[in-house]
């Protein structure tokens, strides 16, 4: 059983994280809003990365006096070269742990072997259902009776990996993807902080595919506003 990064015991240090980003970046403004500027907070955000020149998310982080990067993907070759800058960019902030927070980029294996237990995402599913993209239109198409997001430790394929913490809402008859997409971000917003704070304290370990969270039911949230 290996730790996740994270803090133990002793004196307290910030868990250093970059935030990759491609986009709109609204989940990087609910890390934001949890971690930076809080007298006690766990977390400090070295880095914010787009593979974007012109993502929103980008304006988010100078805003909130974060140091941002652009590594335009297409400057590079291919994705290997495009994987190495990044790695040495993360290197040279300090990073302990990456978070995806919308990166619209598939990562090569090696990267992923790299930062294997330190890189984590967010997917709108309640994994391991609903994998890539588009997935409102296709849970209300499965006629699911529930929905969410996840955050997860990332592994070779797309959007598998242990699973750290889970949101959940009921999927109501009126629900369009539209209106899904809206509430499972709110619970996106929820969540990540949520999750990244879990680990940053030291709370979250890698037992094969699983991650053990220590504390019962810390990793779970059901939104109870939103009942059917
Ligand atoms: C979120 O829905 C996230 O789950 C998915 O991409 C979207 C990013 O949104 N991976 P934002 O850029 O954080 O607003």
């Known amino acids: 059983m290996v730790e996740a990064a994270g803090t133990t015991g002793g004196t ?3 868990l250093r994280v970059a935030v990759l980003i491609s986009g709109r970046g609204s989940n990087l403004q609910a890390l934001i809003d949890r971690f930076v500027g809080s007298a006690d907070s ?5 880095r914010v990365i787009s593979n974007r020149p012109d993502a929103q998310g980008l304006d988010r982080a100078k805003a909130a006096g974060l140091a941002t990067k652009v590594i335009d993907h297409k400057a590079f ?18 990073t302990q742990l ?3 927070a919308g990166f619209m980029r598939l990562l090569t294996e090696q990267f992923i072997d790299d930062w294997r237990d330190r890189l984590i995402n967010i997917h709108p599913a309640l994994l391991p259902s609903f994998r890539g993209l588009d997935t ?3 849970v209300l198409k499965r006629g699911a009776k529930l929905h969410g ?6 592994r070779h394929e797309m959007d598998t990996g242990p699973i750290i913490a889970q949101a959940a809402l009921p999927v109501l008859a009126s629900d369009t993807p539209e209106t899904l ?3 499972v971000l709110e619970l996106e917003h929820r969540l990540y902080p949520l999750a990244l704070a879990l680990i940053a304290d030291g709370r979250v370990e890698v037992d094969g595919d699983r991650a053990i969270v220590d504390a019962p039911g810390a990793g779970m949230l059901v939104n109870p506003q939103d009942r059917a």
């Open 12 to 14: 307290r240090r910030m």
């Open 42 to 46: 766990p977390v400090e955000i070295v």
């Open 77 to 94: 070759p291919d994705r290997a070269a495009f994987d190495e800058a990044l790695d040495a960019e993360l290197r040279a902030a300090g």
């Open 98 to 100: 990456v978070v995806l």
């Open 136 to 138: 409102h239109r296709r």
């Open 149 to 154: 997001c996840t955050v997860h430790f990332v």
């Open 181 to 183: 997409a809206e509430r």
